[in-house]
């Protein structure tokens, strides 16, 4: 049994480790097993996904997918790695650290009327998942309900970005966000590992070129990638460029060569970020983007474009017990949900 600081994971309290105050927690909790959780198919319900506390008190467990404002889902897979694992353990500890969080923007701005409904997590066999989230996400899509996903490794961007392909009927683009392109045929033999996410992209219907993605944030690159590259126009960022050319000229021509689709989805390893901002992750790059960066990208992004879905993926809580990766994550996706909350008019300002 493992033990984080504010990991509540299908918990257990011990002694008087733990104290509750409201929906604060406090101390350490012990990670165990509880009975209640529910399966459907491939995807887990646990405790914290029935809760109405979890994702800063917004989750409305007795309302239908297609009447939220936000889905959330988790894929807790992490069978596509080439060095680290321990991403899969991210959406369980992401939801038990959401109960000591309140829905509000870094400009202090509030939505605490936006309604999430907590999916639960895809569970099991990587082909079984695979073929259950790319259902799934194509319902949503065909819906018009916004989502977010939490992996996981990078592979599970996979089967979502086949949903979507799935549900449109139109092209549609994809902004990736990382310390790596991803665009690997295979990886250590694997076409579907986290190293081949936007090489299967490419594969879609909706996806007719190089032109539907982007990159940003990118400091490292594997030898097929980088003949590929030679060989093609890569709409490219590299953090060395984010540093160089500014976070805000780079978002403003991501944004440029993305507004001619109706749709885009951001894909966000977390691994774009610096190591010392976020170390807890598989395979850190140093020389990455800095919070600031992360955020005012961000904003440029949401405010510029029709982001329909987007993903956080790649955190690893057991590789650094400050769970400065997952805290990172959780405020890209309440900063998102901002910007959502916004364009449905349930923001409020200060």
């Known amino acids: 049994m493992s033990t984080f600081s504010l990991f509540l994971s299908k918990y257990r309290l011990e002694g008087s480790i733990c104290t509750l105050k409201g929906n604060q927690i406090y101390g350490t909790i012990a990670v165990d097993n509880l009975s209640g959780q529910e399966e459907e198919g ?10 109405k506390d979890t994702w800063c008190g917004l989750n409305r467990p007795q309302m239908k997918e297609e009447e939220a404002d936000v889905v959330i889902f988790g894929i807790p897979f992490d069978g596509g790695v080439s060095y680290r694992g321990g991403a899969a353990e991210a959406p369980k500890t992401l939801r038990a650290n959401t109960l000591c969080s309140t ?28 073929r259950e989230v ?8 065909k819906k018009n309900v916004r989502f977010t996903m939490v992996g996981g490794d990078h592979s599970v961007t996979i089967p979502v970005e086949r949903g979507i392909d799935k549900a449109l009927d139109e092209e549609f683009g994809i902004i990736h966000i990382d310390a790596h392109m991803d665009l690997c045929d295979a990886l250590e033999g694997d076409p579907l590992s ?3 996410t936007e090489r299967r992209a490419l594969e879609l219907k909706n996806v007719k070129s190089l032109e539907n993605l982007y990159f ?3 400091r490292s690159i594997e030898p097929d990638e980088f003949q590929f590259h030679k060989e093609n126009n890569i709409q490219v960022k590299t953090a060395y460029d984010c540093y160089h050319e500014g976070i805000e000229a780079v978002a403003a021509d991501c944004v440029e060569k993305m507004k001619k689709f109706k749709k885009v989805y951001i894909t966000f390893d977390i691994d774009a970020l610096d190591p010392g901002f976020a170390a807890g992750t598989g395979t850190p790059q140093f020389g990455g983007l800095t919070p600031r960066m992360a955020l005012t990208l961000l904003e440029k992004l949401f405010t510029g474009l029709n982001i329909m879905a987007f993903d956080v993926v790649e955190i690893a809580p057991a590789l650094d017990p400050s769970l400065a990766a997952m805290y990172a994550g959780r405020k890209i996706i309440t900063e998102g949900w901002g910007y959502w909350a916004d364009q449905l008019g349930k923001l409020v300002r200060k």
């Open 134 to 141: 790319e259902d799934y996400v194509a319902e949503l899509v």
């Open 216 to 218: 940003i944030g990118i």
């Open 103 to 130: 829905p509000c923007t870094e400009r202090l701005d509030y939505f605490d009327t936006l309604n999430v409904v907590d999916g639960g997590d895809f569970e099991g066999e990587r082909d079984e998942i695979f």
């Open 42 to 51: 491939m995807l887990v319900k646990d405790e914290f996904v029935k809760n």
């Open 194 to 196: 986290h190293g081949s």
